[in-house]
């Protein structure tokens, strides 16, 4: 575990949590932390959905900009990568990810809870990419995964005006998939991710790499990769298992042991 980032599990669902008090701000080491853990709960087999949380005030209300102030262009253009693929590497988990949202998901809090597969927060949160308020952009992933969620018009109105969205015009841009009330917004992501404790774990990865790898590119290659991984899956016991068992049972009986 590292200082700032906790990996907790129970009932097959893994929680990265954040804690660096007060606001979770986002320093070097928060991020190599965040990249550890994400290569953590994607090895641990007792691990089968990820929930990333901040805790009970905060999810995380951007970088540490006493930390990059003193950066030099030629300093932000060695770690800017590394910037990147850090909260990327919550992306790649190959297992359903949801971030948890309470109060403020703000520039690279906001990016990290972009990299989740599902977003779910309380209905007094606020969440934005206010980078343009400090003479920059957001610098891990912002212009580009907010523009594949809402398009590049809404993502344009929010990365230019840098403003604030509340909640409520959150889910309406799809900024986030559900509001639910303050106390009751790690209960929800828990009853989400555990949905997924029972399901074949390697149709679920394969899923997420379709989905995903598919809008990199153009119709033609998506189709080409979906067709890739959807013929893979035919070597995977779960495949074998969830066939049998429609044959047998009826759809929705089938036992998968994730292999």
Do not use: H
């Amino acid at each position: 575990m590292g200082e700032f980032i906790k990996v907790e599990a129970a009932d097959g669902i893994g929680t990265i949590r954040l804690d660096r008090p007060p606001m979770n701000a986002l320093n070097r080491q928060v991020q190599e932390e965040i990249r550890a853990a994400a290569q953590e709960v994607s090895e641990r087999a007792d691990i089968r959905s990820v929930i990333v949380y901040g805790g009970e005030k905060v999810f995380a209300a951007g970088a540490d900009i006493k930390e990059m102030e003193v950066m030099s262009y030629a300093d932000m253009a060695e770690r800017a990568p590394g910037l990147s693929s850090s909260l990327g590497a919550i992306a790649e988990i190959p297992k359903p990810t949801v971030a948890a949202i309470t109060g403020y998901a703000l520039g690279g809090g906001f990016e990290l809870a972009l990299c989740c597969d599902r977003r779910i927060c309380g209905d007094n949160v606020k969440v934005g990419q206010p980078e343009i308020l400090l003479g920059i952009i957001p610098g891990a992933g912002g212009t580009q995964r907010l523009a594949r969620l809402v398009g590049p018009s809404k993502a344009k109105d929010i990365v230019y005006s840098g403003r604030f969205v509340a909640a409520t015009e959150a889910l309406s841009l799809g900024l986030v998939d559900e509001v639910v009330a303050p106390d009751e917004v790690y209960s929800a992501a828990a009853r989400w991710a555990g949905q997924f404790q029972a399901g074949p774990a390697r149709a679920l990865a394969a899923a997420k790499i379709a989905i995903d790898g598919g809008l990199d590119g153009d119709l033609a290659s998506g189709l080409r990769l979906e067709s890739q991984v959807f013929a893979g899956l035919f070597a995977t016991e779960d495949r074998a298992a969830g066939m049998r068992s429609f044959i047998e049972n009826g759809p929705g009986k089938a036992t998968f042991t994730g292999k």
